[in-house]
């Protein structure tokens, strides 16, 4: 199997691995998800029905209003929270939804993770390292 290595930053420390849920949409935390399940409900997300409970989530970044740490914060209350989460672009919603959700956080790759990885590859996050290890699965 073909693994590939990403270097990148820690926003918040900690090892985790399990499988990609991809996308190329921003996600909204307030009136984007139901933190209670981890599903994607926003009507015209690219994800909308699927659960980031238990993934990688792999994501260019957050969008919306404050809310998002909190609803991300109930996610993890509600044990629905990703194990992991891989974003390109940081900003102080997603800084503190990262650190209010507990789970390992990395951005700032020597390559796109949205160009990388796809849903369902394994992926093992080292987020105190920076280090991203992607097992592609097989097509």
Known sequence: MKKIVLRGRKV??????????????????????DPRTG???????????????GKVLVF??????????????????????????LFNEMTTKIALGAVVTHAPAVTDFDQDPLQVIATGDWVRVDADNGIVEVTKKSR
Do not use: D, Y
Request: aromatic fraction near 6%.
């Open 12 to 33: 918040v420390g900690g090892c985790a691995e399990g499988e990609a849920l991809v996308t190329t949409h921003r996600i909204s935390g307030w009136g984007g998800i």
């Open 60 to 85: 260019p970044g957050a969008k919306g209003s404050s809310g998002w740490s909190s609803q991300f914060h109930i996610a993890r209350l509600a044990g629905a929270a990703p194990l992991a989460m």
């Open 39 to 53: 599903i994607i409900i926003e009507t015209r997300h690219e994800l909308r029905g699927q659960s980031f409970k």
